[in-house]
């Protein structure tokens, strides 16, 4: 296969529907180095293309939402959350939101998963919430304690 340019890259996973990537299938496709790679998605991400909620993943912003500067999460946490390798689930309002039982619409969108760590107990949750509006998009994660008592 012959190297392709990044730019090249994202538009060929456009058309395909796909909106999500891993930088090392990028670095293949356009056969660079990790640093010339690294740099071609950069340049990328500053002209509006890409974000990068986690090191590594990228999620490619198709013109109609680049006023968001990001997707619907709902178009990539599950692929997010796969190349993390964790388990999650979608919050209840979040849920409801999609299947169309919400009364309002939210402005965020939140996800639990087990946090396993060193720093922390692994009965540790994290609830992620992304949020996104016309300055930009965020994401944050609150982890709380979530140690359950056995049945006596």
Known sequence: ?????????????LRRG??????????QA?????????WALYRLAKAGWLVSPKAGFYIIVDPQHRSMQSLPPEWFIHDLMKYLGKPYYVG???????????????RSFKWLFRAKSAR????VS?????????????IKQE?????????S
């Open 1 to 13: 296969m012959k190297p392709i340019k990044a730019r090249q890259f994202i538009e060929e996973l």
């Open 92 to 106: 209840l309002l979040s849920a409801a939101q999609i299947h169309g039982a919400a009364h309002q619409i939210r």
């Open 126 to 138: 994290a609830v992620a919430e992304f949020t996104s509006s016309a300055k930009g998009s965020s």
């Open 143 to 151: 982890w709380s304690m979530s140690k359950h008592q056995p049945a």
């Open 18 to 27: 796909r909106y999500t990537f891993a930088a090392e299938e990028a670095r």
């Open 30 to 38: 356009i056969k660079g180095s990790k640093v010339s790679t690294y």
């Open 120 to 123: 922390f107990d692994p009965s």
